[in-house]
């Protein structure tokens, strides 16, 4: 069964460091999305991808943070410089709502420490 | 705004005994809604998911969901847990294709042997 990947499973970065998060949706999926867990708190929405923009963003996803569809494969997300607070579990999904039925398939997540 | 409410944190329940685990969302219209989980250290699995029609839905390892509308409500149910189960259990609510997940806050369920 396809699944979504990404990699790295786990990063630890310095603050103020950049970190490049990868993520390989689903090969036929239209739609892509990163969502974070804070740990002990509930799964948000960062952002969500469509035709090479961004569709939808949450007030968390501010100018540190950005997306980009590079090839036809990768789905990355990228935090500039990042803070103590960027600490957190962070999800892919990607989605395919052709045929009236859109799930969001989501991967084994990155576990981002920065210290 | 959209939102889910998971009443119950912790859950603990022994081994072949019910489950059942509370949502309620709170949308404007027709949600889409899904019960997903997460085992320690691991990704979100779908469980199930409601769109329409049949307001008993059926998903994988045994569990199933009732769409109460008139309650708001999407509870998770599953009639004999094995100490598999364990894990945290996200309902979350959508509104259309290519829109954010509102997720609740989680349930986090231990089974007892």
């Known amino acids: 069964e396809p699944e979504v990947t990404q990699t790295p499973s786990h990063q630890v970065t310095q603050m103020g460091q950049e970190v490049i998060l990868r993520c390989v949706p689903i090969s036929n999926h239209l739609y892509f999305y990163w969502y974070r867990q804070i740990l002990g708190q509930k799964v948000e929405f960062l952002v969500s991808?469509?035709?090479?923009?961004?569709?939808?963003k949450s007030e968390i996803f501010d100018d540190q943070f950005s997306v980009e569809r590079p090839d036809g494969s990768n789905f990355t997300l990228k935090i500039r410089s990042t803070k103590l607070e960027d600490s957190a579990m962070y999800f892919c999904a990607s989605s395919d709502p052709r045929g009236g039925v859109e799930t969001q398939y989501f991967g084994p997540g990155t576990r981002l420490l920065v210290l | 705004a959209q939102s889910v409410t998971q009443p119950d944190i912790h859950i603990t329940v022994s081994e072949g005994a019910s489950l059942e685990l509370r949502c309620n969302y709170s949308y404007g219209a027709t949600p889409y809604l899904f019960w997903y989980v997460q085992s320690p250290g691991q990704g979100l699995q779908l469980l199930l998911k409601y769109f329409s029609g049949d307001t008993l839905v059926q998903g994988i390892k045994g569990f199933e969901a009732e769409f109460k509308r008139s309650q708001s409500s999407f509870n998770l149910r599953k009639p004999s847990v094995h100490w598999s189960d364990a894990a945290e259990y996200f309902c979350?609510?959508?509104?259309?294709?290519?829109?954010?997940?509102?997720f609740g806050g989680g349930t986090r369920v231990l089974v007892k042997p």
């Open positions: 979350a609510v959508g509104k259309a294709a290519g829109n954010k997940l509102t």
């Open positions: 991808f469509y035709n090479n923009e961004i569709s939808e």
